[in-house]
Nanobody, 122 residues
Framework: EVQLQAFGGGLVQTGGSLRLSCTAS????????ISWFRQAPGKERVVVSS????????WYANSAKGRFTISTDNAKTTVYLEMINLKPEDTGVYFC???????????????WGQGTLVTVSS
């Protein structure tokens, strides 16, 4: 059974910090890119940061650059999102996603975890 479990959300004040964790099981972790998405109230889900678990390459949305750090512990099949200097606009439910594109078959596989709520008060 595929599982992606996100933890670490909470209520913080502006300028505070949180570390989110996404623990995966049920699939070959090293074959997938892991991303964090945020869904603010009444808005679409948007990607915040991604990491390749095979080579460690990372990507950040402009809103996350300089404040968020994504990392992976492949031995624990866990991806972290360290967030500092949080702002009210960072508020939302954070979801982790695992994506694999099989280049031989063009098959795209997506797994989603349950979200974890981050609330940043002003």
């Amino acid at each position: 059974e595929v599982q992606l479990q996100a933890f670490g959300g909470g209520l913080v004040q502006t300028g505070g910090s949180l570390r989110l964790s996404c623990t995966a099981s049920g699939f070959t972790f090293d074959d997938y890119a892991i991303s964090w998405f945020r869904q603010a109230p009444g808005k679409e889900r948007v990607v915040v940061s991604s990491i390749s678990t095979s080579d460690g390459r990372v990507w950040y949305a402009n809103s996350a650059k300089g404040r968020f750090t994504i990392s992976t512990d492949n031995a624990k099949t866990t991806v972290y999102l360290e967030m500092i200097n949080l702002k009210p606009e960072d508020t939302g439910v954070y979801f982790c996603n695992a994506r694999n594109l099989d280049l031989a078959t063009a098959r795209l596989t997506d797994y989603w975890g349950q979200g974890t709520l981050v609330t940043v008060s002003s």
